[in-house]
Structure formats: structure tokens, C-alpha cells
């Protein structure tokens, strides 16, 4: 059974930093890409990051390029959302999903992000 | 950027009934998924390419559509399947694009 675990959310202040984990277990981690997608409270779906199988190539959304980082251990069967510069409009819920480019096939329960004084 | 635009926003029908989500592209696409999400749960998804259900997913649910307009049905409303459907488009990808989602609720 696939499954995938994050960590790592919690309150920090604007401009403040927190990593996201992502554990994932039951596939061959190494094989495929993974993403990282969001949802503001009460809001819609927003996809964030995305990282091939390899690690090689990484893409972020316009709204948190600069200030994110995905990356991720095919030793440890983990992907990270290194987050900076953090901002209020970033408080959301933070998921991991499995990329098997059929769509996002498994996602984690969410760690929940909020960014306030 | 793809924008994708979901109708209706809120959708009420009756357990038993035939739900009719709509997705629609902003430029012509072929992978397209949907997903289904309940509250504090995190989304599942239901359909990939248009119209190919994922697994386990009961067969009430179907896909269709092509180019700029798709469509989600639920054939028989079963209780559990109220809930919030998302559309997607991974044909740009990664550069993944979310529906606004419609609201599926009990007539």
C-alpha cells in the first residue's frame, strides 16, 4: 500500500523559513516524480513544485519561485519543500502527492502551514 | 499558463440521481484528470486521460471529453459521493492547473 506521510508544518512568522517532509513508503520511491500542491483555507487546489524520479530537474509555480526549493533522498524514500521568504498567502495546507504523469495517483493526509506575527 | 474553469460551483442533487460536472480549457489539451475531495481529507483521484478511471474507482463515475471541454458524471448519487471535484490538466506538464472545483451536495 502506498503511502505517504508529511511533516514538518506548523506557525511561523513572515519572512521565516520551515522545511517540509514528505515520507513515502510501499513503491519504488526512486522511480517516480513527486509534487507538492497546496490549499489555502477554504480555497481551491494549487500545485506548488514538482521534481523528476532523479532529482535532476525541479520546477516551482511563478507565485513561490525564488523563495522554494524541492528536493529529495532516494536513500531515505523522502521529498522536502524547503520554504523561505515566507508570507501570509502561504498558509496553507501542504501535500505531497506520487507523479506517475497520469495524474497525481496518491497524496499524504497534509501538513498544515501558517505564516502570522 | 492553462487556465481551467469548472461549472457549475455548486451543483444540488438527489441520492440516486445523475450528477454532470463541467471542465473547460482555456487552449486544447489531452491529459486531463479529476479528482474528488471530502472534507479534511486530502483529494483522490478518480480519473486520468479524460476518461480512464484510477483504481478502485466504482464504475458510477465516468469521464468524458476532448480538446477544450470536459465532463464528469456520476451515474447513481451514492451518499459518499457528495463532496468537491476538482479538474486538472497535466498536458503542460509539470506545470499543473487546477479547476476551482464544484461542490456536489444532497439535494
Known amino acids: 500500500e502506498v503511502q505517504l506521510l508529511e511533516s514538518g508544518g506548523g506557525l511561523v512568522q513572515p519572512e521565516g523559513s520551515l522545511r517540509l517532509s514528505c515520507a513515502a513508503s510501499?513503491?519504488?520511491?526512486?522511480?517516480?516524480?513527486m509534487g507538492w500542491v497546496r490549499q489555502a483555507p477554504g480555497k481551491g487546489l494549487e500545485w506548488v513544485s514538482a521534481?523528476?524520479?532523479?532529482?535532476?530537474?525541479?520546477y516551482h509555480a511563478d507565485s513561490v519561485k525564488g523563495r522554494f526549493t524541492v528536493s529529495r533522498d532516494n536513500s531515505k524514500n523522502t521529498l522536502y519543500l524547503q520554504m523561505n521568504s515566507l508570507r501570509a498567502e502561504d498558509t496553507a495546507v501542504y501535500y505531497c502527492a506520487k507523479d506517475p504523469l497520469l495524474g497525481l495517483d496518491n497524496w499524504g493526509q497534509g501538513t498544515l502551514v501558517t505564516v502570522s506575527s | 499558463e492553462i487556465v481551467m474553469t469548472q461549472s457549475p460551483a455548486t451543483l444540488s442533487v438527489s441520492p440516486g440521481e445523475r450528477a454532470t460536472l463541467s471542465c473547460r480549457a482555456s487552449?486544447?489539451?489531452?491529459?486531463l484528470a479529476w479528482y474528488q475531495q471530502k472534507p479534511g481529507q486530502a483529494p483522490r483521484l478518480l480519473i486520468y486521460?479524460?476518461?480512464t478511471r484510477a483504481t478502485g474507482i466504482p464504475a458510477r463515475f465516468s469521464g468524458s471529453g476532448s480538446g477544450t471541454e470536459f465532463t464528469l458524471t456520476i451515474s447513481s448519487l451514492q451518499s459518499e459521493d457528495f463532496a468537491v471535484y476538482y479538474c486538472?490538466?497535466?498536458?503542460?506538464?509539470?506545470?499543473?492547473?487546477f479547476g476551482q472545483g464544484t461542490k456536489l451536495e444532497i439535494k
Open positions: 487552449q486544447s489539451l489531452s491529459n
Open positions: 486521460g479524460a476518461s
Open positions: 510501499g513503491f519504488t520511491f526512486s522511480n517516480y516524480g
Open positions: 521534481i523528476l524520479s532523479s532529482g535532476d530537474s525541479t
Open positions: 486538472q490538466q497535466y498536458h503542460n506538464w509539470p506545470l499543473y492547473t
